[in-house]
């Protein structure tokens, strides 16, 4: 069983791990099959996934940024037509985003998470929403580095964003990490850091490991990204032997299956 409690709500499964499935509101998305939009969040809800990461900018290298506005346009409409159907108790979700002004319609039409890829560095008011909404967030590491340097970076990022002498102090229970696999990393620091999982749940917060189809996954297995399914299971399931809480996925029935056989035979 995992259970993770956040100041506003708790997660509980009776499998090792969460699982978010993604839904890119985007069309350059570097694996295909995640775009979409409503329909694509409903197949995922209907094959397992706890929680869902809507996502209106790309952040595959080379992405092309977008103003808040359309960020705003994508994801919205797909907020709202999930909470139409599902309540928060049944489905959360995540919007992965680096703008306040996005993440607050996001929250005003349902959302429950906050995933900002900078770790609240790129928006001045992110820091701010976050403490005024009390929700979740996930703190990704950016850029080069082994999982040392990734576990210097949290410890120094989360005592920044705790620390009681900020006028927006984030609270401990809040935090999710990221290590960004693929963000800036080379393929083998990404497969180091997958390897030693295990040193970055040290931390007193859960661990999210995006791994789903990433380039090294193909650079382990030889395959491109419609090819990288099972590497990415034997990937997510070490790392969740390893100590990760939260894995975010593409192919969510498959990830379920995973986790469902590693729960019997634990």
């Known amino acids: 069983m995992c259970k993770i409690d956040f100041s506003s709500f708790s997660l509980q499964t009776e499998r090792p791990a969460f699982i978010m499935g993604i839904v890119n509101a985007t069309p350059d998305s570097f694996y295909e099959e995640s775009r979409g939009g409503l329909e694509r969040a409903f197949q995922l809800i209907d094959e397992g996934a706890d929680i869902l990461d809507i996502g209106g900018e790309s952040t595959r290298p080379g992405f092309t940024e977008v103003d808040a506005e359309e960020e705003i346009r994508r994801i919205i409409p797909v907020i709202e037509g999930i909470r139409k159907k599902y309540s928060s108790d049944e489905i959360r979700i995540s919007v992965d985003t680096r703008k306040a002004s996005v993440f607050k319609a996001a929250y005003e039409s349902g959302a429950d998470i906050l995933n900002d890829v900078s770790a609240l560095y790129d928006d001045p008011q992110m820091q701010k929403t976050a403490f005024e909404l009390d929700v979740p967030l996930v703190l990704m590491h950016r850029g080069a580095g082994k999982s040392c340097d990734v576990a210097d970076f949290f410890k120094k990022r989360c005592s920044q964003v705790r620390d009681k ?77 390893k100590g990760a809480k939260i894995i975010r996925v593409h192919d969510v029935s498959a990830a379920l299956d995973t986790l469902n056989v590693m729960n019997f035979l634990q």
């Open 165 to 241: 002498a900020s006028s927006f102090p984030i609270k401990e229970c809040n935090i999710i990490l990221d290590p960004g696999i693929g963000f800036g990393k080379t393929n083998e620091e990404s497969i180091e850091i997958i390897k030693n999982t295990n040193l970055l749940c040290d931390e007193p917060y859960p661990l999210l490991m995006a791994l789903s189809r990433k380039r090294c996954i193909g650079e382990m297995t030889g395959r491109n990204a419609p090819q990288r399914l099972y590497g990415t299971l034997a990937a997510d399931l070490i790392s969740v032997q």
